[in-house]
C-alpha cells in the first residue's frame, strides 16, 4: 500500500498584490553624479594649475584657497572613491528614510519629498562647487592688481 500523502497548504498571494517599496532615487543619483563630477574636476583639474600659477607669482593665498588646494591634494587618492559612491548611497539612502506608501496619495508625496530632497542637494552641491571656484579664483584679482600696478 502507498504511502499516504499530506495535502499542501493552499497559496497565499496576498504578499505579492502589494505594491513593492521604493528601494532608489533615481533623481538623487542623477544630481549628486553630475554635482561629484563637477567638483572632481574642480578639484581634480583646476586646483593643480591654480597651484602651480600661484606658487610661481609667490602669492599669499588666503585660507579659504589653501583649504581647497589642501582638499585638492586629498582628492587624489581618496576623493574619488568617495565621489564615486556618495551618489550611490544617498540614492539607496533616501528612500529608506521614508515609510513605505500604503496608498496612490502617499506614493505621490513621497515622490515629490524625493524630488525636493534632490532639489535641495543640487542647490547645496551647487553653492559648494562655486564657492569652490570663488576660492580658487580669488587670488587672481590680487595678481591682476599687482600685475597692472606694477606698470603704471
Given amino acids: 500500500m502507498p504511502p499516504k500523502q499530506e ?3 493552499p497559496l497565499n498571494y496576498s504578499g505579492f498584490l502589494e505594491r513593492p517599496r521604493r528601494r ?4 538623487v543619483l542623477v544630481t549628486i553624479a553630475v554635482m561629484a563630477v563637477l567638483l572632481a574636476g574642480a578639484l581634480e583639474i583646476v ?10 607669482y609667490h602669492l599669499d593665498l ?4 589653501r583649504l581647497v588646494l589642501a582638499a585638492s591634494n586629498w582628492m587624489n587618492p581618496w576623493g574619488n572613491i568617495a565621489l564615486a559612491a ?4 544617498l540614492a539607496i539612502l533616501v528612500p ?3 515609510a513605505p506608501p500604503q496608498t496612490l496619495e502617499q506614493a505621490k508625496l513621497n515622490a515629490a519629498k524625493v524630488s ?4 535641495g542637494i543640487y542647490w547645496i552641491s551647487f553653492l559648494i562647487v562655486a564657492g569652490i571656484f570663488v576660492a580658487l579664483l580669488a587670488p587672481m584679482i590680487s595678481l591682476i592688481q599687482g600685475i597692472t600696478s606694477s606698470g603704471k
Fill in 47 to 56: 586646483a593643480p594649475h591654480m597651484r602651480a600659477l600661484y606658487q610661481s
Fill in 116 to 119: 525636493l530632497i534632490a532639489c
Fill in 86 to 89: 556618495l551618489p550611490v548611497a
Fill in 24 to 27: 532608489f532615487a533615481w533623481p
Fill in 62 to 65: 588666503p585660507v579659504w584657497t
Fill in 7 to 9: 495535502t499542501p497548504d
Fill in 96 to 98: 529608506l528614510m521614508m
